[in-house]
């Protein structure tokens, strides 16, 4: 069982930048697909971004491509998810989660998941 816990969130104002964090339980950490999704409230929770397990590659979604960098450390453990230039329509609840075999798009190909961390951009 793998246990995710995110950090990082808060209230920011549009154009100004926050970093995730998602920290990792699991030993093997590094054999995981790791993903952010994200819920705006009323809507369904939408793909952000995904990284492999070796960091090699990287899938974002179009609404975030050139704003937002995944990146992983795995001897710590952690996924993180830089976020420049943010838009009021960046606030949702925050989620990472993890997966084994390949770059996955949508939820339901994931089978860990964090408890949400809270971004508010204002305008």
């Known amino acids: 069982q793998v246990q995710l816990v995110e950090s990082g969130g808060g209230l920011v104002q549009a154009g100004d930048s926050l970093r995730l964090s998602c920290a990792a339980s699991e030993r093997t950490f590094g054999v995981y697909v790791m993903g952010w999704f994200r819920q705006a409230p009323g809507k369904e929770r939408e793909f952000v971004a995904a990284?492999?397990?070796?960091?090699?590659?990287?899938s974002y979604a179009d609404s975030v491509k050139g704003r937002f960098t995944i990146s992983r450390d795995n001897a710590k453990n952690t996924v993180y998810l830089q976020m420049n230039s943010l838009k009021p329509e960046d606030t949702a609840v925050y989620y990472c989660?993890?997966?084994?075999?390949?770059?996955?798009?949508?939820?339901?190909?994931?089978?860990?998941w964090g408890q949400g961390t809270q971004v508010t951009v204002s305008s």
């Open positions: 989660a993890a997966r084994r075999a390949a770059i996955a798009r949508q939820p339901g190909n994931y089978d860990y």
């Open positions: 990284i492999s397990w070796s960091g090699g590659s990287t």
